[in-house]
């Protein structure tokens, strides 16, 4: 069973930066694509992107090319999600979840409970 476990969240001005970490536990965690959604208040749930198990990177959503970057330490068993430039239309509540590959959010099955990140002046 894989556990996963968020930190990083929190209120950022637009323009500032944050870096989100998604921490596994389990045996499994060097085999799985780990993921970053997001939810804006009153919006469906979107990908952001991923990371497969060989550290390809998948973007999901258009918006956060040459913005956000995603990167694994096999070793730490923790995934982190570096965001720049952030604007006030990347708030939301981000959650990161494992699937056996980078494909559509049906495919995950394990998730983490959610943090929210907040960009306002």
């Known amino acids: 069973q894989l556990q996963l476990v968020e930190s990083g969240g929190g209120l950022v001005q637009p323009g500032g930066s944050l870096r989100r970490s998604c921490a596994a536990s389990?045996?499994?965690?060097?085999?799985?694509?780990i993921g970053w959604f997001r939810q804006a208040p009153g919006k469906e749930r979107e990908g952001v992107l991923c990371?497969?198990?060989?550290?390809?990177?998948?973007y999901y959503a258009d918006s956060v090319k040459g913005r956000f970057t995603i990167s694994r330490d096999n070793a730490k068993n923790t995934v982190y999600l570096q965001m720049n430039s952030l604007k006030p239309e990347d708030t939301g509540v981000y959650y990161c979840?494992?699937?056996?590959?980078?494909?559509?959010?049906?495919?995950?099955?394990?998730w983490g409970q959610g943090t929210q990140v907040t960009v306002s002046s």
């Open positions: 979840a494992a699937a056996i590959a980078c494909r559509s959010s049906n495919w995950f099955d394990y």
């Open positions: 389990g045996l499994t965690f060097d085999y799985h694509a």
């Open positions: 990371i497969s198990s060989n550290s390809d990177t998948r």
